[in-house]
């Protein structure tokens, strides 16, 4: 008599029961990406599946998902949702996180793909599958977000495209193409440890919680639709180092180091997350050394804590983040400001209430190192001088960030290192980013730099606009000051706002 | 230390060798204590321009914008070559001062502090 099986059952079915032992094909040679870096399984039996679901109960629980967002999504355009964010600077925000987080939503979607397909356990490769799925709703999800803010507000027309050109963009495009270009084993502890488990929080947290409370509930949408997903990506995370660790002592100092590089990396990444916290929200949710530290030194602290039994600990110079956190999103804005001739997006300077708040936020350094600069900017935009650098920046050979951090322990110089390999020399703005390149000098000697690849001729010319129109943005629309965008222009107009003369100094220029 | 890699000696072609620059060479410029400028610079020229060209036309052009830079008297600049002493003599070349492709100078200038000490 035939019964039908329980959900226990069904999943043991469909993982370990399709594990079969190959009989005329070796498994290095079905497998051929599971030695080479270094990592010893045992037994991948023991892999503990941190959610056991089946496929059937993955589409029906997506599928739920969907129906509520999209109709959301419908709501929102019909009733032009856009017109109820706190203020148009607020879709700046909005432009950098769907122009350099989308496509990584992408990436992820085949780097999970490509590792599921690699690993030679079937539980692993279940669990990446689906991650891979959940990715590419990610981004379609965010692709409706983009295709509705795309009809009013500049900047996010061509984003595929941009991903692959624009010189900040190039900052998370080699993040994630340094990932997938790694092994399978590199990938998963950079993806699902150290960015989806250590770091995500501040990824997701703030910035949905910054859409809430900025009236943007397109975002806050496809935020929510994600959670459920990216709980699961985290568990998926924390299960994998786990495993590893367990499985071989010889796989601890392999991990070690995979942690202490996509930890950095993730810090420089999420530089471009706490500038939009400090800068970009018209009304903020907490700081980024607020968040820094709930997120970081007390969540990650006692994670690393728990996996000290391993023989696991912190990852290298988080020290520096701790000094860190005080500077680096003001450093960070001040680059897009001096080059935001050259962006997608526009930057502005802080109002007074703004300022206070940043002074009151950073009480140890904001007012003495980084008010007075923003004050005379303002003052200069105000008598129709606007600083714009006229100058392409140094930029770190491995985050790819304009050189702009400043030295641990001496907030006025800049930070400098730098590596000579094979006959060339290579810059680096951290002990952090210099360590990676000195570990991998072949991979990362190869690194596509925007500014130097303008100097070499390939990105259309040598001007401003020749550049811009090869990365596809509309010089004089995308780019500049907030204050003399067709953004603001449209906004007053849909708000039925006076333009007022004094408030967009830039207008003549 | 090598690439862990899956091909067996793995190598990678480097982009910015200084070949691939038609002529001229990059190197990068520091004015110190003057963090308005968000980060040091790139410059691309060709190794024979004279080091005097700098002085005169490119840097004026690059910091120009800064209330300092009336304050700047060469006679008296203080600069680094990769990180060592360095006393350019304005009438010979980059080359002929030892700046190579991606060399970093640094100048500070004496009293200069940035917009009102701050380092800015």
Known sequence: ?509 | MAVKAITPDYKGEAPDSVENFHGNIMFHVNWEKHLMFCAPLAFAMPPDAPFSTLLEETLPTAYGYHPDWKKVDWSTVEWTLDHEPFDPKHDASLEENGIVHRSLLRFTVPGAEGIAGSGS
């Open chain 1, 1 to 509: 008599m035939s019964r039908k099986l329980n959900l226990r059952e069904r999943y043991q079915r469909m993982t370990r029961d399709l594990a079969w032992e190959p009989s005329y094909q070796s498994k290095s040679d079905i497998y051929p990406q599971m030695e080479f870096e270094g990592i010893k399984i045992e037994d991948w039996d023991k892999w503990e599946d941190p959610f056991r679901l089946t496929m059937d109960a993955y589409w029906k629980y997506q599928a739920e998902k969907e129906r509520k967002l999209y109709s959301i999504i419908d709501a929102f355009a019909q009733n032009n949702g856009h017109l109820n964010v706190t203020d148009a600077r607020y879709v700046n925000a909005l432009k950098l996180f769907l122009t350099g987080v989308s496509p990584l939503e992408y990436a992820a979607h085949r780097g999970f793909a490509m590792v599921g397909r690699q690993f030679a356990g079937v539980g692993t490769q279940v669990a990446c599958q689906m991650q891979s799925i959940d990715e590419l709703r990610h981004v379609q999800t965010q692709v409706h977000t983009i295709s509705h803010y795309n009809k009013y507000f500049n900047g996010f027309h061509d984003f595929r495209h941009m991903h692959d050109r624009v010189w900040y963009l190039s900052v998370p495009k080699s993040f994630f193409d340094d990932a997938m270009s790694a092994g399978p084993f590199e990938f998963i502890t950079a993806i699902s440890f150290s960015f989806e488990y250590v770091l995500t929080n501040l990824l997701f947290m703030p910035f949905m919680s910054g859409a809430a409370f900025n009236g943007d509930m397109a975002t806050v949408t496809f935020g929510f639709s994600a959670q459920s997903d990216e709980s699961r990506h985290m568990t998926l995370g924390l299960e994998v180092i786990k495993f590893m660790a367990e499985q071989h002592p010889d796989n601890i100092p392999i991990i070690q180091k995979w942690i202490d590089k996509w930890f950095w990396r993730g810090y420089r990444l999420l530089t471009l997350v706490g500038m939009m916290m400090d800068y970009m929200l018209p009304k903020k949710v907490m700081s980024w050394r607020e968040a820094w530290e709930i997120y970081f030194e007390q969540n990650g602290g006692a994670l690393f804590e728990d996996l000290a039994r391993y023989g696991l600990r912190m990852p290298k110079y988080w020290e520096q983040t701790i000094e860190g956190k005080d500077h680096i999103t003001h450093q960070a804005w001040g680059i897009f400001y001096n080059y935001t001739h050259a962006a997608a997006f526009h930057t502005w300077i802080p109002d007074d209430e703004e300022l206070d708040w940043l002074s009151a936020k950073y009480p140890d350094t904001f007012d003495q190192y980084y008010r007075p600069r923003f004050e005379y900017w303002r003052e200069q935009a105000e008598a129709g001088n606007r600083f714009y650098n006229p100058t392409l920046p140094m930029l770190c050979q491995t985050c790819q960030i304009p050189m702009g951090f400043t030295e641990p322990g001496n907030p006025t110089t800049i930070g400098f290192r730098a590596s000579d390999f094979d006959g060339n020399r290579y810059h680096f703005c951290s002990d952090g980013c210099k360590d990676i390149f000195d570990n991998e000098p072949q991979k990362f000697c190869q690194s596509w730099m925007p500014v130097h690849q303008i100097y070499q001729g390939n990105c259309g010319g040598a001007t401003v606009p020749d550049v811009l129109n090869w990365y596809h943005l509309n010089f004089g629309v995308d780019n500049f000051d907030y204050a003399q965008s067709p953004d603001r222009q449209h906004w007053q107009q849909w708000k039925g706002e006076p333009a007022e003369e004094s408030d967009a100094p830039d207008e003549a220029a």
